[in-house]
């Protein structure tokens, strides 16, 4: 059973263009977070939610919308790609906010942008 | 703010040496939490080790081992007898009340 899965996998698309990647976690898990690792493999937090509600968000440009419709789901849109935005995305959950919960990563979507 | 610096952007070795990443990281909280993740050549991110910082005990699991000094705030990982599995890239992260990570160190174990 997959704890954290991610949709889809591999993304290429043309600049401009709007494209949504799917996270699901079946940990039971209250939190749920976004991040962003690039070229240089710097990971670095985007969103978290707890409980479907935001309770992260950093310093992201606004063409990036998380959208959590159940604690189990947190799904991130993108307007109007950029080249910058070509990454891979990492979807984690955690069992508690805060800090001491180990967060699952599901396996990362990666997002090339031509 | 926090942060954790990795000091080592590659390290290389044969197999069996034994192998140090370090971690140095920096907070203004008494309570805090700091992990270890590998990141192997299939991308996927590993969770490894978690220690909260009341507890400064060292910890070893196989070939795993980390070694925890508040007193220097940090938290180094090493992989005795080496082995080509090991070859990963390795992070080291700190939590408040967010995932923080260092650089990472891309480990090369050669046959």
């Known amino acids: 059973d997959t704890a954290v899965s991610q949709t889809p996998k591999y993304l290429v698309t043309q600049m401009g263009n709007d494209k949504s990647i799917k996270c699901e976690q079946n940990?039971?898990?209250?939190?749920m977070y976004w991040y962003k690792q690039d070229s240089k493999k710097f990971l670095k937090i985007m969103f978290s939610?707890?409980?479907?509600?935001?309770?992260i968000n950093e310093t992201v440009p606004n063409r990036f919308s998380p959208k959590s419709p159940d604690k189990a789901h947190l799904n991130l849109h993108i307007n109007s790609l950029e080249l910058g935005d070509s990454a891979v995305y990492f979807c984690?959950?955690?069992?508690?906010?805060?800090?001491?919960?180990?967060?699952?990563f599901g396996p990362g979507t990666r997002l090339t942008v031509l | 703010a926090q942060k954790v610096t990795q000091a080592q952007t590659e390290i290389s070795v044969v197999e069996k040496e034994d192998v140090t990443l370090d971690c140095v990281y920096e907070?203004?909280?008494?309570?805090?939490?700091l992990f270890w993740y590998k990141q192997p050549p299939s991308g996927e991110l590993v969770f490894l080790i978690r220690?909260?910082?009341?507890?400064?005990q060292n910890e070893i699991s196989g070939r795993y081992s980390w070694n925890f000094q508040k007193s220097t705030s940090s938290f180094n990982f090493t992989i005795t007898a080496s082995q080509v599995v090991d070859s990963a890239v390795y992070f080291c992260?700190?939590?408040?009340?967010?995932?923080?990570f260092g650089a990472g160190t891309t480990v090369t174990v050669r046959a």
């Open positions: 939610y707890n409980n479907k509600e935001l309770i």
């Open positions: 992260a700190l939590s408040d009340y967010k995932l923080s």
């Open positions: 907070t203004r909280d008494t309570t805090y939490y």
């Open positions: 984690a959950s955690s069992p508690a906010n805060g800090a001491s919960g180990e967060q699952f």
């Open positions: 220690r909260n910082s009341f507890d400064e």
């Open positions: 940990l039971g898990h209250d939190t």
